[in-house]
C-alpha cells in the first residue's frame, strides 16, 4: 500500500510540472536565447550563401592578449572577412554607435545592454591581428533576431531576422 502511495505521488508530482509548464511561462536563461539565435543565425547564413565564396565559422573561442573571447560567427570571404554579433531580442532597441549603453524596451520596461557594436568591436580587432588583415578588409556586423527593432540609425550595418 505504502508503494502504490508513492508511485501515486511521484505521478502527481509530474502532473503538476506538467500543469505548471503548460500555464506559467517558464521563461529561456539568457544563455539558452542567445544559444537559440545564434543557431538561426547560422542556418541562415549556411543556406543563403554560396559555398564557393563564402566560409562560415560559428561558435569561436579565439585567444586574446588578456585571455580568450567568444565569437558568434565570422564569414570569410573574396569580399572581405565579416564578424557577426547575434543579438536575440524582443521590441524596441535604441542605442547610437558612440553610446556604450543601448536601451531595449519591453513591454513598458526598459533594459540597457552594452553597446553591440563595441562589444563585436574587440572581436573584430581579434580576428584582424590574428589574419593580419587592414581594416579595409574586415567588416563589423550585427544581427538582430527575433522581433527586435533598432529604432535609431546607425552608419554601421545591421541586419534584422524576424523569424522566431
Known amino acids: 500500500?505504502?508503494?502504490?502511495?508513492?508511485?501515486?505521488?511521484?505521478?502527481g508530482g509530474i502532473a503538476l510540472l506538467i500543469f505548471f509548464?503548460?500555464?506559467?511561462?517558464?521563461?529561456?536563461?539568457?544563455s539558452e536565447i542567445g544559444s537559440r539565435g545564434e543557431a538561426l543565425v547560422q542556418n541562415e547564413l549556411e543556406a543563403t550563401l554560396d559555398e564557393f565564396l563564402y566560409y562560415t565559422l560559428s561558435d569561436l573561442t579565439l585567444p586574446t592578449?588578456?585571455?580568450?573571447?567568444?565569437?558568434?560567427h565570422v564569414v570569410v570571404s573574396v569580399f572581405?572577412?565579416?564578424v557577426v554579433e547575434t543579438k536575440n531580442m524582443k521590441e524596441w532597441i535604441f542605442g547610437a554607435e558612440r553610446q556604450?549603453?543601448?536601451?531595449?524596451?519591453?513591454?513598458?520596461?526598459s533594459?540597457?545592454?552594452?553597446?553591440?557594436?563595441?562589444?563585436?568591436?574587440?572581436?573584430v580587432k581579434t580576428v584582424q591581428n590574428?589574419?593580419?588583415?587592414?581594416n579595409q578588409n574586415i567588416h563589423n556586423l550585427v544581427?538582430?533576431?527575433?522581433?527586435?527593432?533598432?529604432?535609431?540609425?546607425?552608419?554601421?550595418?545591421?541586419?534584422?531576422?524576424?523569424?522566431?
Open 1 to 11: 500500500m505504502e508503494d502504490l502511495l508513492v508511485i501515486a505521488l511521484g505521478f
Open 21 to 30: 509548464s503548460f500555464f506559467f511561462d517558464l521563461e529561456e536563461s539568457p
Open 65 to 72: 592578449p588578456t585571455g580568450t573571447t567568444q565569437i558568434d
Open 80 to 82: 572581405g572577412v565579416f
Open 100 to 109: 556604450g549603453r543601448w536601451t531595449q524596451t519591453l513591454f513598458k520596461r
Open 111 to 123: 533594459y540597457k545592454f552594452q553597446n553591440p557594436l563595441w562589444q563585436n568591436y574587440k572581436h
Open 130 to 134: 590574428l589574419l593580419n588583415i587592414g
Open 143 to 164: 544581427v538582430f533576431v527575433g522581433t527586435a527593432e533598432p529604432r535609431t540609425k546607425c552608419q554601421t550595418t545591421f541586419c534584422g531576422m524576424n523569424r522566431n
